[in-house]
């Protein structure tokens, strides 16, 4: 079994940039896909963001330009730079690795 400890959320003004970091461990043989996922409020969850093992990476849309994601394979981790964030960014984002998730840590774009 895989946990994940997400932090760096937060709130921030529009324009503004936040770093949300990932780490997992636990019953990790090999680990292919990490990546983020949100859930805007009355929303469903949406991928924001995915890495594989090899660096290969897909965004969403509505981040490309403004989003990027990175992994540390030695160390499990996988971080989401967020820059010029947006209101709409505003949502509870997710950890994603090996069919496990996160608890979610929530981001919001405010002034």
């Known amino acids: 079994q895989v946990q994940l400890v997400e932090s760096g959320g937060g709130l921030v003004q529009p324009g503004g940039s936040l770093r949300l970091s990932c780490a997992a461990s636990?019953?990790?043989?090999?680990?292919?896909?990490m990546g983020w996922y949100r859930q805007a409020p009355g929303k469903e969850r949406e991928l924001v963001a995915v890495?594989?093992?090899?660096?290969?990476?897909n965004y969403a849309d509505s981040v490309k330009g403004r989003f990027t994601i990175s992994r540390d394979n030695a160390k499990n981790t996988v971080s989401l730079q967020m820059n010029s964030l947006k209101p709409e960014d505003t949502a509870v984002y997710y950890c994603?690795?090996?069919?496990?998730w996160g608890k979610g840590t929530p981001v919001t774009v405010s002034s």
């Open positions: 994603y690795c090996s069919g496990a």
């Open positions: 890495v594989t093992s090899g660096g290969s990476t």
């Open positions: 636990g019953s990790i043989f090999r680990i292919n896909v």
